[in-house]
Every structure is written in structure tokens, then in C-alpha cells.
């Protein structure tokens, strides 16, 4: 096997997300549902002789030394492989949304590579080489909606309704570490148990980030205003700055306002699987 084309690479919303308290070292401890869209970044991994790694860009341009690069080289660092790889990506996601983007590229990377190039790493040990990479990256590799928390790396796969949404990424973004570090984030929410949440789990919570990144970036605020003038309870996921509300059977995707050129507005639907799930060897199954 030489190549693997058109390995999809899911966004992500986050149902609620709560903030209920702050370890010593300063990350804090949340807690949030996360679910798959059918919206998604497309990669391509090519196997080349020799350990150098590369990347193309066929959509938006990402950063030099993006998750994806960074994925494959801890993966040859973690197992010594010898293999290289070319990558070629297709950005389709926006950046800075809280939707995931990058760490579910660096999640689909791990998959294939793990795959094409026979490292055989059971999905434990994949999970913990994302973590180091990004809190969101285990979510993507287990690849089914979950209660999470901790960080992000305590993950418990539940079952949530099928749904469509609208979503809604105002040209602007939003740096996470700015709304973490910002005075007025509210860090003490109570914790939230899972039997509360499956009684309204589409409408359940909040979002406590919202507050914070409507005042650094007002745009989510005026996405939340035009959601709810379509009769539509939008809320921020993640750390933004893109806002999601659920529609309803029968409702349709609203037209969005002729200057909001610049403006995503999106009809998806939610995922129960992601495309790649079983790619990665239980604990179980190794040596089998």
C-alpha cells in the first residue's frame, strides 16, 4: 500500500461547555459534549522512501508546521519509523472557529499513517500522542459524539439525536488562549451529570466562553442577534468564534444578510460515526 486519497476529517461541535475549575498548572477542567458534522477537510498521505515528511495545500494555506506535519512526526518518533510521507491537504473548515479543524486533521493523519505505513499502534497509544498535540485530538480518533472532560482527555462515548444545524463563522476569529487567560471568564460552573444532560441534550447549558469572546469579538454576539431573529437559539461551540443553532423538522437554512459576504452560513447534520472509526487496533485485538 502506497497512498490512502480522500480521508475525510470531521468538525466538531460542542453541545454545551462548561468551565468548573482550574488545576495547579493552570489548565482548566471542562466539561462538554462533543459531536461529528458532516462538514470536513479531505487529506491525502502518500508513503515516500526515507524519513522526510512534506504537505501540500490544496485549499486554504495552514501554517508552516501545521498539526498535520507535527502528527506524523510524532508518530515516527513514537514507533521509529523510517518512512516519510507526502501530505496533501484540503482546508475546508475555518480556522479559529471551535470547531476542532486541526486537531481533527492531525487525528486523520495519525489513523492513516498508522495504517499505511504498518506502525499498527493501538488506538490507546494514539490517543496519547494527540493529547500532546491538541486536548481535542483523542475525541477525533475515538471518533463517536462523547461526554468529555478534564482537559479533554477524559472521554465517555454517548449516544446523541440525530440533528441538523446551522452554523454560522463570522470572518473574524478567536485565539483560545486569549478567552482562558481573559479576567472575566467565569470558571466555576457546577458540575453537570450526564442524566441531566440526556433530558434536553440539543438545548442543555451553555457555552461559559461565549460571554468573553462576544466582548473580543463582537461578530459572535451579531451572529446570535440574526439566529435568534429567525427564531433560532444560537450559541457559541467551543472556543469560537462560529455559532450553531439546532433547526428543526421542516425548518430551513435562513439566507444570509447581502453583506455578510464574507460570512459562512451552513446547513449541516450531525455524524454518529467517523469515517475512519476501526482504523485503529483495540488493546484487545493487538497480537491477535
Not at 495504517?115 to 480518533?141: H, K, N
Not at 442577534?225 to 435562513?254: D, E, I, K, N, Y
Request: with cysteine.
Amino acid at each position: 500500500m502506497r497512498a490512502l486519497y480522500d480521508l475525510a476529517a470531521p468538525a466538531k461541535l460542542n453541545l454545551f461547555l462548561h468551565v468548573i475549575g482550574r488545576r495547579a498548572d493552570g489548565y482548566h477542567l471542562l466539561q462538554s459534549v462533543f459531536v461529528l458534522l458532516d462538514w470536513h477537510d479531505t487529506l491525502h498521505v502518500e508513503k515516500r522512501p526515507g524519513p522526510a515528511l512534506s504537505r501540500e495545500d490544496l485549499g486554504a494555506p495552514v501554517p508552516v508546521d501545521d498539526l498535520v506535519l507535527r502528527a506524523a512526526r510524532a508518530l515516527q518518533d513514537a514507533t521509529g519509523c523510517t518512512s516519510g510521507a507526502h501530505l496533501l491537504l484540503d482546508k475546508r473548515l475555518p480556522v479559529q472557529a471551535g470547531m476542532g479543524g486541526g486537531s481533527s486533521d492531525a487525528a486523520t493523519c495519525l489513523l492513516a499513517l498508522n495504517r499505511l505505513w504498518g506502525t499498527g499502534l493501538p488506538l490507546p497509544a494514539l490517543e496519547r500522542i494527540g493529547l500532546r498535540l491538541g486536548a481535542d485530538v483523542p475525541f477525533f480518533l475515538r471518533g463517536r459524539a462523547a461526554w468529555v472532560e478534564g482537559i479533554g482527555e477524559k472521554i465517555q462515548p454517548i449516544t446523541v439525536p440525530e440533528a441538523r444545524f446551522v452554523v454560522v463563522k463570522p470572518p473574524l476569529g478567536l485565539e483560545t488562549p486569549a478567552i482562558f487567560a481573559h479576567p472575566e471568564l467565569r470558571r466555576d460552573s457546577q458540575p453537570a451529570i450526564l442524566s441531566g444532560f440526556a433530558a434536553d441534550p440539543l438545548q442543555f447549558g451553555r457555552n461559559d466562553l461565549q460571554p468573553v469572546a462576544q466582548r473580543l469579538c463582537p461578530q459572535v454576539g451579531e451572529a446570535v442577534s440574526w439566529l435568534a431573529s429567525h427564531g433560532l437559539q444560537g450559541r457559541m461551540t467551543g472556543s469560537g468564534s462560529a455559532v450553531f443553532a439546532v433547526l428543526g423538522t421542516g425548518q430551513v437554512l435562513p439566507s444570509k444578510p447581502a453583506e455578510w459576504a464574507d460570512w459562512t452560513v451552513r446547513e449541516c447534520s450531525s455524524m454518529e460515526v467517523h469515517p475512519l472509526a476501526g482504523w485503529a487496533p483495540s488493546d484487545n485485538s493487538v497480537g491477535r
